[in-house]
């Protein structure tokens, strides 16, 4: 069974860091470009950031380029985001899922609320 579990968030105040991890299990994701997103209360999920399968090529939304870094390390199949300078616009629940995304992939996601 193929799921990716997210942790690492948790309640800080703006300005402060948080790094979140996607461990995958059931399956390699090393061939697989990947992918974080995040959902805020009442709206959309939106996407924040994504990695190619061998971690050279990197894409940000514009609302996180500059405080956000992706990574990933294959040999734990784990997808990292590394987030600074947070602001309490980033709060929302945070996702991981492959590139192109796939639907029984999402998984419960974890909570970053920012406070000002």
């Known amino acids: 069974q193929v799921q990716l579990v997210e942790s690492g968030g948790g309640l800080v105040q703006a300005g402060d860091s948080l790094r979140l991890s996607c461990a995958a299990s059931g399956r390699t994701f090393s061939n697989y470009a990947m992918g974080w997103f995040r959902q805020a209360p009442g709206k959309e999920r939106e996407f924040v950031a994504n990695?190619?399968?061998?971690?050279?090529?990197?894409y940000y939304a514009d609302y996180v380029k500059g405080r956000f870094t992706i990574s990933r390390d294959n040999a734990k199949n784990t997808v990292y985001l590394q987030m600074n300078s947070l602001k309490p616009e980033d709060t929302a629940v945070y996702y991981c899922?492959?590139?192109?995304?796939?639907?029984?992939?999402w998984g419960l996601g974890t909570q970053v609320t920012v406070s000002s």
């Open positions: 990695i190619g399968w061998s971690g050279g090529i990197r």
């Open positions: 899922n492959s590139i192109p995304t796939i639907n029984y992939y």
